[in-house]
C-alpha cells in the first residue's frame, strides 16, 4: 500500500517509531547531463507497513540417508494430513530448530500447510547431502546496472531488520540530497532518477548492505567478500574497512562528483579476451580504456560517443559483437579523472580500518593489502579497470565453493560462473542469487537460504523468525530409523536404539539373567516375531560363552604376562588389551577397530576418556594423563609408549619436561612450530575441557588450541573453590606455554566466569587480550536476590544431569530423573574414585561461583547465546542475560548459536561457533 502524505504504521518495529515525524528535505532531479534540479519536499516513508508475518515459510528435513529422507517426508506430509489446523510457521520452526541436522536434507517453500503437503507428494523441494565441511562463502555484491525502481519492496514493507536498515539509509543520505526512500518506493518512483549515477550508487549501496546484514542475521557469515565496481564499497564497509555513514557519504559523493564534473560516455560490452580488447582501443589513447575484465572473453570498455562509434564500426567490419550499455557515463576510464582530485580530498576525512573479513579487491583482482585503508587506493579504484575474472580466480583458489550475490539481479553469478577453471562444475561450486525482478523477493531469498542449507551450510533458524509473532513447538512425527538385520555390532549407532543408563546388559549378561535381559531388549528394541521367540535361546548361549570365555582385562594377568614377556610379546599383549579396552568403550565391533585410527578422530567424550583412563590406571597401575587421549596418536602408539613407561624403572618420575605428566592444559592443537595465537578455552562447572574436542575441529587447522581442565581432575590436587584462585592458576599456566601474548580466552557456561576474570588479571599485567569470548555463561549477578535454595535430593540431581550433559550428551535432561540410579551408574563406568573426584570439582566449582562478585572489564566482550532458553532456565534457574555482561564490559557484540545450552557444542551447531572465534581471531 502506497501511502505518500500520511505517516507510517510502525507499531510493530520500535527503532522506527521516531520517523513517523515529516522531514524536510530535497529530491534532485536531473535536468540534463552533469546538473541537478533540487526542488523541497516534505516526506514521509512512502510505504506502509501492513504485514505481521512474512508472506513465506522455509522447512527443512534431514536424515541419514535418503531411504530415511523419503520416509521422513512422506512421514510429515501424512501427519500435517491429519493435523490441518496446525499453524505452517510453527510446523517449520519445529523442524528447524528441533531437530538435528543430518547429512541428507530437504528444503521447500509454502506458505500453508497444504501447499507444503502438495510439495511433500510430489517431490517438489530442494534435495541435497552436506558436506563433511561447511562450505566456504563468498558474498559478491553487484555494480551499477542492476537497480530498478522497487527493487526489495517486498522484504522493506514484511522484514522488520531490513526496513529498519534502509530507513537508516535513508536518513544518512536526505541531508546529502538523495532520498532513498522516494527513489526506491515512492508512489512517483522515476526510473530515469533512479539511473542518474548521482543517485543509482547510493541506492545500490544501500539495498546491498540491508541484504548483506539480513543474511548475517540468518547466520549465513561470508569467509571473504568481493564486489564488482560500486559493489566493492558495500563489500568494504561489510569487511569493516569503513562504517555504514562514512560508506554512505563517500559513495554519495562519488556519485555526485561523476555526475556533476564528468562528461557523459559510453560502454560497450566485448566478446573477446582482454589482449585482444586492448588492440582493438590502442588506436584511440586517451579516448577509450579498458573498464572491466568480467571473464576469459568477456570485456568492457568504456570512453566517448564518438570514439566508441568509431570503435563499433571496426568491430562490425571484423564480425565481432558488442553490446552496448544502458549508463549516464564513461565509469573507470579516462572521462573520470575530473572529479578524482575532489574525491581523494574526501576520502580523507573518512576514518578507514584494515578488513576484518578477507576482501577481494577490484584494482588487483587480489586479495586487500593495506593500502585498502587509503584514500589513494579508492581514487585508483574509480580510474582502472574492474578485475573481476582475476577476483573469482582468486576467490575459488582460496577455497570459496559458494557465491552468494548480494544485489538486485544476479549480474555477477553468470560472469563468475564463466571465470572458474575447466573441471568446476555446479558439483563443485554453487550459485546464489538474494533477489531477482519480476520474481517474489521472498522466495528468491527463500530458496537460496534452502539451498545453501542442503549444501551443507549452517543457518541461525532462531534468527530467521526473530522478527516475527513468537513461534511454539509443536508434535512433529519422530525420526524414522531404518531398521535392518545384521549382527550385532555398535546397536545405539546403527539402529537409533539408546539403552537406558540405568540397565547393566553386560551384567545381566554374565549373571545369566536370561528372562530380564530378554524383557529389556523387547522394550528398548523391536524385533520381528520369529526373532522375539529365539531371543532367549540365543541369549542363554551368549550367557555361556561370557561367563566361560576367558578375560583379557584381568590386571594381575596383564602384569604377569608384562613381566614374563619380551619387549615385542609385551607390546602385543597391551597392544590386545588396549584394542579390546577401546573398542569396548566405544561399543564398536572388535574386527572393525582401527588401531592406527588417530584417538582425536574416534568420537571420544568426555566420560568415555575418563573411563579409558581409569581402566588402564587399575589394570596396569600407569596414571595415563588426560592430554594423551587428545593427541594425534593411535593405539598402537599409545601401546608402544605405554609398554615404555612401565618397563622403565623410572616411569614414575614427575619432573618438569615430563610429556606424562598430569596437567590442567589439553593440548587439541599445540604451538609447536606454529606462531599464531592460540585459543585458550576453559572448562565449565563439571572441570572436563574435553568438549571442546569438537570445537578445535572445527577450526582452521592452522590454530592452536587448548583446554584448561579444572585443577583436581587429574592428580592428586585439591580442586580450587574461588574464581580468583582459578583465574591466577590458569594464567600462569597459560603464560607459561605463551609467553608474550596476545591471548585468546573462551569459556562455556562456568567456564565463562573464569575466563572473565582471566581476562582482567592479563590486563591488568599489561598484556593484551585480543578476544574474550564466553558461551552461554550466566553472570553471578543474576542470582542476586533470587531464591536458589533447593532441596538437597533438587542439588543432587541438577548435579548428576549438568554433568552427564556437559560430558556424554545422552543425559536425561528431562522427565523423570532417579539421581542415585544415576550415580550407580556413572560410579560403575568410571570407578568410584573417579566419580567422586568429579563431584568434588563441581560442588567446588559451584560454591566458587555463588561467592564470586565481578568488577568491570576494560574492553569488548563476545557473547554466545543459545537460541533455546528453556533448558537453562530449567536447570539452572535463569537463562543467561546480556544485560548483566552488558553492565560488566565496555562493549558485548551478540551472536545467538543455534541448540539449548548444551547441545551449542555439538555437531551441527559448533561449527558456528567455530566460525565466530575464527573470524574473531582473524580480526584481532
Not at 17 to 25: A, E, F, I
Not at 623 to 628: G, L, N, S
Not at 670 to 682: A, M, Q
Not at 727 to 738: P, S
Request: proline share 6%; aromatic share 8%.
Amino acid at each position: 500500500t502506497l501511502i505518500r502524505h500520511q505517516p507510517f504504521n510502525v507499531s510493530r518495529f520500535k527503532s522506527n517509531q521516531n520517523l513517523t515525524k515529516n522531514r524536510v528535505s530535497t529530491i534532485s532531479t536531473t535536468g540534463g547531463w552533469g546538473r541537478a534540479q533540487r526542488a523541497p519536499s516534505t516526506s514521509k516513508s512512502p510505504v506502509k507497513i501492513v504485514e505481521t508475518e512474512r508472506p513465506l515459510h522455509l522447512l527443512t528435513l534431514s536424515a541419514k540417508s535418503e531411504t530415511a529422507l523419503r520416509q521422513q517426508a512422506a512421514n510429515l506430509e501424512k501427519h500435517l494430513a491429519d493435523h490441518p489446523e496446525i499453524p505452517f510457521p510453527d510446523v517449520c520452526f519445529t523442524a528447524n530448530t528441533g531437530r538435528s541436522h543430518f547429512e541428507h536434507r530437504l528444503t521447500l517453500i509454502a506458505d500453508s500447510v497444504e501447499k507444503a503437503r502438495t510439495s511433500l507428494r510430489a517431490a517438489d523441494y530442494i534435495a541435497g547431502k552436506s558436506a563433511r565441511e561447511k562450505p566456504k562463502l563468498a558474498f559478491l555484491f553487484t555494480g551499477q546496472g542492476s537497480q530498478y525502481v522497487d527493487m526489495g519492496r517486498q522484504l522493506y514493507e514484511t522484514q522488520p531488520l531490513f526496513h529498519q536498515i534502509l530507513d537508516q539509509c535513508d536518513a544518512i543520505l536526505r541531508p546529502l540530497d538523495v532520498p532513498l526512500l522516494d527513489l526506491l518506493y515512492g508512489e512517483d518512483a522515476d526510473p530515469d532518477a533512479l539511473d542518474q549515477t548521482i543517485h543509482t550508487q547510493p541506492a545500490l549501496f544501500s539495498l546491498e548492505y540491508a541484504l548483506a546484514k539480513l543474511w548475517q542475521s540468518w547466520g549465513i557469515m561470508p569467509d571473504m567478500v568481493m564486489g564488482h565496481s560500486v559493489g566493492e564499497y558495500v563489500a568494504a564497509c561489510v569487511a569493516g574497512v569503513f562504517g555504514l555513514e562514512d560508506g554512505l557519504k563517500l559513495i554519495a559523493a562519488r556519485g555526485r562528483l561523476m555526475q556533476t564534473l564528468c562528461e557523459p560516455g559510453d560502454m560497450l560490452a566485448l566478446p573477446v579476451t582482454e589482449s585482444d580488447a586492448l588492440e582493438f582501443i590502442a588506436p584511440f589513447a586517451n579516448q577509450l580504456s579498458l573498464a572491466a575484465i568480467n571473464g576469459p572473453a568477456s570485456v568492457v570498455v568504456s570512453g566517448t560517443h564518438e570514439a566508441m562509434e568509431s570503435l563499433k564500426a571496426t568491430l562490425a567490419e571484423k564480425g565481432v559483437k558488442a553490446k552496448s550499455l544502458t549508463v549516464s557515463h564513461a565509469f573507470h576510464s579516462a572521462m573520470m579523472e575530473p572529479m578524482l582530485t575532489e574525491f581523494e580530498k574526501l576520502a580523507s576525512s573518512i576514518t578507514f580500518a584494515k578488513p576484518e573479513i578477507p576482501l577481494c579487491v577490484n584494482v588487483t583482482g587480489e586479495m586487500a593489502t593495506d593500502e585498502i585503508t587509503t584514500p589513494a587506493y579508492w581514487v585508483r579504484h574509480a580510474r582502472r579497470p574492474v578485475r573481476f575474472a582475476a577476483g573469482v580466480e582468486t576467490l575459488y583458489g582460496q577455497g570459496i565453493s559458494t557465491f552468494l550475490e548480494i544485489g538486485p539481479k544476479p549480474v555477477l553469478l553468470g560472469m563468475a560462473r564463466q571465470c572458474l577453471p575447466e573441471g568446476a562444475n555446479d558439483s563443485t561450486a554453487s550459485w546464489l542469487p538474494s533477489l531477482r525482478e519480476g520474481q517474489d523477493d521472498w522466495r528468491r531469498m527463500l530458496q537460496s537460504l534452502g539451498e545453501w542449507y542442503a549444501r551443507g551450510g549452517i543457518v541461525d533458524w532462531a534468527g530467521l523468525d526473530k522478527d516475527y509473532p513468537p513461534r511454539r513447538k509443536v508434535q512433529l512425527p519422530t525420526y524414522p530409523f531404518q531398521r535392518e538385520l545384521y549382527w550385532i555390532d555398535k546397536i545405539p549407532n546403527r539402529s537409533g536404539i539408546h539403552w537406558s543408563p540405568q540397565i547393566n546388559l553386560a551384567g545381566l549378561l554374565q549373571q545369566g539373567n536370561i528372562e530380564q535381559l530378554t524383557h529389556q531388549l523387547k522394550q528398548t528394541a523391536e524385533f520381528l516375531e520369529t526373532l522375539a521367540g529365539q531371543l532367549p535361546v540365543a541369549l542363554s548361549l551368549l550367557s555361556e560363552l561370557s561367563q566361560n570365555a576367558p578375560s583379557v582385562a584381568k590386571s594381575i594377568r596383564i602384569k604377569e604376562q608384562l613381566g614374563q614377556a619380551s619387549r615385542d610379546e609385551s607390546e602385543k599383549i597391551l597392544l590386545d588389551f588396549l584394542q579390546n579396552l577401546f573398542a569396548g568403550v566405544l561399543g564398536t565391533n572388535l574386527s572393525r577397530f582401527d588401531i592406527r585410527q588417530s584417538l582425536n578422530t574416534m568420537g571420544l567424550d568426555s566420560l568415555m576418556a575418563v573411563e579409558i583412563r581409569s581402566r588402564i590406571q587399575s589394570e596396569l597401575d600407569i596414571d595415563i594423563p588426560m592430554a594423551k587421549l587428545v593427541e594425534n596418536v593411535n593405539v598402537l602408539d599409545l601401546a608402544k609408549q605405554i609398554e615404555t613407561r612401565f618397563v622403565d624403572a623410572h616411569s614414575t618420575t614427575n619432573a618438569k619436561g615430563d610429556t606424562w605428566a598430569s596437567g590442567i592444559l589439553l593440548p587439541f592443537r599445540s604451538i609447536t612450530g606454529n606462531d599464531k595465537p592460540p585459543l585458550f578455552c576453559v572448562h565449565p562447572v563439571g572441570g572436563s575441557a574435553f568438549h571442546y574436542r569438537e570445537l578445535a575441529g572445527c577450526l582452521p587447522d592452522n590454530q592452536p588450541v587448548y583446554g584448561i581442565q579444572a585443577v583436581g581432575f587429574e592428580g592428586e590436587e585439591v580442586p580450587l573453590t574461588d574464581i580468583m584462585a582459578m583465574a591466577i592458576r590458569y594464567v600462569e599456566e597459560i603464560t607459561a606455554v605463551w609467553p608474550s601474548g596476545p591471548y585468546n580466552l573462551y569459556g562455556w557456561s562456568f567456564g565463562g566466569v573464569v575466563t572473565f576474570e582471566m581476562a582482567r588479571l592479563l590486563q591488568s599485567d599489561g598484556r593484551e587480550v585480543t578476544l574474550l569470548a564466553l558461551g552461554d555463561s550466566i553472570a553471578p549477578p543474576q542470582y542476586k536476590g533470587t531464591s536458589m535454595e533447593l532441596q538437597e535430593e533438587d542439588n543432587e540431581e541438577r548435579m548428576f544431569r549438568v554433568l552427564t550433559a556437559e560430558n556424554e550428551g545422552r543425559a536425561l535432561l528431562s522427565g523423570r530423573f532417579n539421581p542415585s540410579s544415576w550415580a550407580a551408574h556413572l560410579q560403575e563406568q568410571i570407578g568410584a574414585e573417579v566419580f567422586d573426584r568429579i563431584v568434588r570439582i563441581y560442588r567446588a566449582n559451584s560454591q566458587a561461583f555463588f561467592s564470586c562478585g565481578l568488577s568491570s572489564w576494560n574492553g569488548r566482550l563476545v557473547f554466545l547465546g543459545a537460541a533455546q532458553t528453556n533448558l537453562a532456565d530449567d536447570l539452572f534457574g535463569v537463562h543467561p542475560d546480556l544485560a548483566a555482561w552488558e553492565k560488566l564490559a565496555n562493549r558485548v557484540d551478540h551472536h545467538v548459536i543455534p541448540g539449548n545450552h548444551f547441545t551449542m557444542h555439538r555437531q551441527p551447531n559448533v561449527r558456528r561457533i567455530a566460525e565466530i572465534l575464527a573470524h574473531e581471531i582473524i580480526k584481532g
